[in-house]
């Protein structure tokens, strides 16, 4: 480690133990200095604030040192407010996720502060484990017999055909835990979410409001509580050959704000790799979970502190299953993604089609007749099929083995690629059709739009005509243009790049940076583009109008079938197809923000990254897990930890911060030069000016703070005459020591961005707005008249867009 980076810790360390011995802990002075760069991959956008920006204190690190050991020496302890040891132990284990720091660092600073007196701290990391972890998450380990293909409970003899395992051949095994227990601990610290009854609402702004659980709520009088499923391979490093597939589960009825927060994920089951489990292992892998699911469904008893400290009942269901597409194939036992009958929502064929290479891949180009005919997978279908293949294996073992291979041919065709049973057909809500979401991330974001970047700008399509390779310079420069907010969850790298982004990145490029593509793609690939980014921006809505629904049918069907047309069939890949999907997903579940797995993936890179061991990896992912969710715990607990102390933590440490609904202001930067039309609207006046103001935990900046920085707070919606505006702040500013104000350059006369749905119609999408004039007007403004935060662009014909975010609840 870095000597830098040593002394930073350090000093962390010391600032945690000046905050042990602090009474008010709020008053704690923080060196930004020593705080850790901030990782624009943890930002969570749910929050949709800023870290307050602390003035740096110019004292030498061993003066600040010496200060430090010489303050915890003169404080004292509050008998009423102690720390105690678990106290600090969820202290430091924030501190290692955050830092990503392993055990032996963890160690080294448990010792640093023991060197400095300060009492109550752990002797050791594993003390410290102790003393936090009063309840283990007691896994249950269970081996696949190899012969058999059964469950086993013993790593030597399989307790089910007594098979015997040898040292070179050992069994694939994994780990499942009981869900129930989990979910119980959520309630306790969720007291709000029983009962479930909601109204119905017109339009969709959760997962509540999607068709599944309105069907639930119809059907089903008693307390419930649904669920939302994901399992992914993932590798413990880089470069690792190792896959590790954990199952996590989602309590749906949580605010989308918590739903997602570590705390309250579920851990189902652990697949410790070293490779992918089979179609067959993934049945086995899934059983314990689906047997306490069809328990749970006929309803549990759970304790959990309400006002009368008593017990609640409510039925639990699985609904929707939120994965990409290899892990979606084991898990509905169908062909690999790039296969026949490979799609996860329908029973599209597809036919193969010769590459340029001389090779051959499957295309999915479908005519809007064979949308329409197409049987989408559901629990009927899916029964149906699975009878009919059963007949057929049957029938073929009646056939000499000469004979079968052009009977297996004729039969695959007629099973529309079900290869076998799906473990999560055996749950009464669960479809195995519907219930695997069209998930945006792997399907839009790296997927279809991926595919059409390659087109345009890989070197082997130069020749053809959507091909804008040699544009990859000059458009490179245009994206620059882009003015994203600080809040943003990845400020997105050099387009150069652009094969290396990830998901994130592709996003914001999609919905805030197609413009750049215009006037340099041709018309009918920049309209056809156009399509794809108005569906992205209607699909993440905050709120979804049914009317919504239909137009995102529409362009979605209108982008699929019209992608062969424009790029070939060859190019029109199940990423591709997938898209016509969206909308039923949206229907089913509402906005697409609300269950991506955007949201999953951010989880596991917290859990990866923060996994430090060169063996035994899936055993140190869930001890971590389980670790960081005892100090959440135990932090949400104020009836056991000192308040102060805690305030202190989860302002610091917690990624899922209180709501702040108050609009406290803070100023800061002040500027010594005059605003000239600021004086002329208010002379006579003593008038202050500063760069920014933090409206609660909001930060705003002038345009002119904003250049030549990387983000850019100065572009805002505002509410003026009862009508709300973009503009960008120009001066921020007090008249005579009062409130603070904006002065705020708009333009009046924006055109809202119009999309061709078809040949027949148009949609006009009222939050992308244009202008090609530059005649701005100022007005100024109080900063209670601030909304939110916008995206501006000017483009390099001189036309300025204004963006306003489809949602604000968008995680890395």
Request: charged share 20%; glycine share 4%; net charge neutral.
């Amino acid at each position: 480690m870095k000597r830098w980076k040593q002394q930073r810790l350090q000093n962390q360390a010391i600032q945690i133990g000046q905050a042990l011995y602090q009474q008010n802990v709020d008053e704690v002075n923080i060196n930004p200095e020593m705080d850790d760069i901030i990782d624009i991959n943890s930002i969570n956008i749910n929050n949709t604030i800023d870290d307050p920006i602390i003035s740096n204190v110019n004292v030498s690190e061993s003066r600040f040192l010496n200060d430090a050991i010489d303050k915890i020496k003169q404080l004292a302890c509050d008998g009423p407010n102690i720390i105690t040891e678990k106290d600090i132990s969820c202290a430091l284990v924030l501190l290692k996720k955050r830092h990503r720091l392993s055990a032996r660092c963890m160690d080294d600073i448990i010792s640093l502060l023991r060197t400095f007196n300060v009492p109550n701290v752990p002797s050791s990391w594993y003390r410290l484990k102790k003393s936090l972890t009063a309840t283990q998450l007691t896994p249950i380990q269970s081996f696949i017999c190899s012969e058999c293909q059964e469950v086993s409970t013993s790593s030597a003899l399989c307790s089910q055909c007594n098979c015997h395992f040898s040292s070179t051949n050992k069994p694939n095994y994994f780990f499942s835990f009981p869900i129930q227990s989990q979910v119980e601990r959520i309630l306790h610290y969720n007291r709000d979410i029983l009962p479930t009854r909601r109204c119905y609402a017109v339009s969709m702004k959760d997962i509540c409001d999607g068709a599944l659980h309105q069907k639930l709520q119809s059907e089903i009088q008693e307390s419930f509580l649904t669920l939302t499923l994901n399992v992914d391979g993932i590798q413990p490093n880089k470069g690792s050959q190792k896959t590790i597939w954990p199952i996590l589960l989602v309590i749906n009825e949580l605010p989308l704000k918590r739903r997602f927060a570590i705390e309250n994920i579920i851990l189902a089951g652990v697949w410790p790799g070293p490779s992918k489990p089979s179609r067959t292992e993934m049945s086995i892998f899934f059983r314990p979970l689906v047997e306490e699911l069809v328990t749970l469904e006929q309803g549990a008893k759970f304790q959990y502190q309400d006002d009368n400290n008593s017990s609640t009942s409510a039925r639990i269901f699985l609904i929707g299953a939120c994965c990409d597409k290899p892990a979606q194939a084991l898990l509905q036992f169908l062909p690999e993604p790039i296969a026949a009958f490979g799609c996860g929502r329908c029973e599209v064929e597809g036919f193969m089609v010769r590459t340029e290479k001389e090779g051959n891949v499957r295309s999915f180009a479908m005519t809007l007749d064979a949308v329409e005919e197409t049987y989408l997978r559901s629990n009927m279908r899916f029964d149906v099929l699975l009878d009919l293949k059963l007949l057929h294996e049957q029938i073929q073992q009646s056939f000499p083995m000469r004979k079968r291979k052009s009977l297996m041919e004729q039969h695959r065709l007629e099973e529309k690629g079900i290869l076998g049973p799906c473990i999560l057909r055996e749950l009464s809500y669960f479809d195995v059709g519907r219930s695997f979401m069209a998930d945006t991330l792997h399907n839009v974001y790296i997927g279809a739009f991926k595919r059409l970047l390659q087109l345009w700008f890989d070197h082997d399509y130069r020749f053809q005509d959507w091909s804008i390779s040699t544009h990859l310079g000059e458009l490179q420069l245009i994206f620059r243009g882009l003015r994203l907010p600080s809040t943003t969850p990845r400020l997105p790298r050099c387009l150069i790049s652009y094969s290396k982004f990830k998901a994130n990145e592709m996003r914001i490029l999609l919905l805030f940076g197609h413009a750049i593509f215009k006037n340099i793609l041709k018309k009918k690939y920049y309209t056809h583009f156009l399509k794809l980014v108005v569906m992205m921006h209607l699909s993440e809505s905050r709120e979804i109008h049914p009317s919504y629904i239909n137009v995102i049918s529409r362009l979605g069907k209108s982008f699929g079938i019209n992608f062969p047309k424009l790029y070939s069939a060859r190019h029109c890949v199940q990423v591709v197809h997938s898209v016509l999907h969206i909308s039923d997903t949206i229907n089913d579940f509402g906005p697409v923000h609300t269950f991506t797995t955007f949201q999953f993936e951010n989880e596991l890179g917290l859990l990866t990254r923060i996994t430090k061991s060169t063996r035994r990896h899936a055993q140190e992912l869930i001890g971590n897990l389980h670790l960081i969710q005892e100090a959440y715990c135990h932090l949400n607990n104020f009836d056991f930890m000192n308040s102060n102390f805690a305030n202190y933590l989860f302002n610091r440490f917690a990624c899922h911060r209180k709501s702040d609904d108050s609009k406290h202001y803070q100023l800061g930067h002040l500027r010594k030069e005059d605003d000239s039309l600021v004086r002329l609207l208010f002379p006579f006046t003593q008038i202050k000016y500063y760069q920014t103001v933090y409206v609660g935990r909001i930060r705003l900046c002038t345009r002119t703070y904003a250049e030549g920085k990387v983000a850019d707070d100065s572009n805002i919606i505002f509410i003026f005459d009862n009508v709300q505006y973009p503009g960008k702040i120009r001066s921020i500013f007090t008249i005579d020591d009062g409130e603070p104000h904006l002065l705020v350059a708009y333009i009046a006369n924006l055109t809202p961005l119009t999309c061709e749905i078809d040949d027949t119609e148009n949609f006009v999408y009222d939050n992308i707005l244009f202008a090609t004039t530059t005649k701005w007007s100022y007005v100024p403004i109080e900063v209670k008249a601030f909304v939110e935060k916008s995206i501006f662009f000017r483009s390099s014909a001189g036309i300025s867009y204004f963006f306003r975010q489809p949602t604000l609840d968008h995680c890395s």
